[in-house]
């Protein structure tokens, strides 16, 4: 009998560390969000490989490239996606496609029922438990309601440029496909880049103006700064408000080596590992 063949959304669901390890690689250390590994593309002596165990997705900083497990096999095989969906298909046997999650996550494809104004009981007290103004959440996010195999949820979206959702309430997280940056372009001479949506929102209540006369970048993930470069120089000035760990280092280092007009802001919440746990004290 042949082989089903994986579809793409299945395929990017094919657990990393899995995927590497068929292909010969193992990580050097391992936490219960993520993993590192010797870069799989060059030789090296620290590891500067991760893969987010939450997102499934992972980051070389050696080069700052990233993606989802197509895009890896792609990369390791110099193969096309077709020959790399061929190959999973032929390597799933062993795989599991329920990533290990920090967070409760469906399975399956979610689809988006409704969008609209953030009003439900609900969200509006998981808001205020982060400290987040409705008003300023309303500005960027919406109420998201999906389902997923029959069973009806909500949360807190933010809309990234390719049409997908990072959605978020006290209880899960997790994005629908496709997954990128989100890109608020109000045509302003400034950038702030931060990573994650509540980064964002919490950065409206730090900041003395908030985000007044800024574009913003929300990355989703880290894994997109080569997605942004392309724009960046159009700035007069990047403001930087990445987390204050490994990742958010790294990629602080790499944004600001590549242009003098960057900074790194994080001192508004030192000794915090991001804004909102500032926000929260």
């Not at 010969?24 to 030789?43: D, Q, T």
Request: with cysteine; net charge positive.
């Amino acid at each position: 009998m042949k082989k089903e063949i994986l579809n793409c959304e299945k395929a990017r669901s094919v657990c990393l560390v899995q995927t590497l390890a068929k292909l010969g690689h193992f990580p050097n250390r391992k936490s219960e969000k993520e993993a590192w590994f010797l870069s799989p593309f060059r030789s090296e002596t620290q590891a500067s490989f991760k893969v987010s165990l939450r997102d499934n997705y992972w980051i070389d900083f050696g080069t700052f490239e990233g993606g989802n497990t197509i895009d890896l096999v792609v990369k390791l095989n110099q193969c096309s996606i077709k020959e790399a969906l061929v190959f999973l298909s032929n390597e799933t046997s062993g795989f599991s496609f329920q990533q290990q999650r920090i967070f409760k996550k469906e399975t399956g494809k979610l689809e988006i029922q409704k969008v609209q104004t953030i009003q439900h009981q609900a969200l509006l007290i998981y808001l205020k438990s982060r400290k987040i103004p409705i008003s300023f959440a309303k500005r960027y996010c919406k109420e998201v309601w999906y389902s997923n195999k029959g069973k009806t949820f909500f949360a807190i979206g933010l809309k990234n440029q390719l049409g997908g959702w990072e959605l978020r309430n006290k209880y899960y997280k997790t994005s629908t496909s496709p997954k990128t940056y989100s890109y608020f372009n109000n045509g302003h001479q400034n950038l702030i880049i931060v990573e994650g949506m509540f980064d964002l929102l919490s950065l409206e209540v730090l900041l003395k103006e908030g985000l007044k006369n800024n574009d913003v970048v929300v990355l989703n993930s880290v894994a997109f700064i080569k997605c942004i470069v392309s724009f960046l120089g159009n700035y007069k000035s990047v403001k930087l408000y990445l987390d204050n760990d490994s990742t958010g280092g790294k990629a602080t280092e790499y944004l600001m080596k590549s242009n003098s007009n960057f900074v790194d802001c994080r001192g508004v919440y030192e000794g915090c590992k991001d804004a909102n746990e500032k926000l929260v004290l």
